[in-house]
């Protein structure tokens, strides 16, 4: 399985990005996905989940600015995040998992204030 993240950029406080990732293979659909991120000095935290049934777990510190979608049919995920926060500044990594993980190169966010 190999997954693609796409959508970092340089966005002001308050703004909005969207992150993708694409995965390719069969096994999109039975797998649970998601995003961590790491900011610098950091340990990688869970940012947000999706399981293949579609349940989500989304970090307190995110909570009602990000939400995450997956769709079965185009082998991706979704990472809308929205009232950006200079502290969301982090390399952002994609996930999926069946019986074991598989990651994303990641893809930069910062935020600036």
């Known amino acids: 399985v190999q997954l693609q993240a796409s959508g970092g950029g340089l966005v002001r406080a308050g703004g909005s990005l969207m992150l993708s990732c694409a995965a390719s293979g069969s096994i999109f659909s039975i797998a649970d996905v998601g995003w961590y991120r790491q900011a610098p000095g950091k340990q990688r935290e869970l940012v947000a989940g999706i399981s293949r049934g579609g349940s989500t777990n989304v970090a307190d510190s995110v909570k009602g600015r990000f939400t995450i979608s997956r769709d079965n049919d185009k082998n991706t995920v979704y990472l809308q995040m929205n009232s950006l926060k200079p502290e969301d500044t982090a390399v952002y990594y994609c996930?999926?998992?069946?019986?074991?993980?598989?990651w994303g190169q990641g893809t930069q966010v910062t935020v600036s204030s």
């Open positions: 996930y999926a998992n069946v019986l074991i993980p598989y």
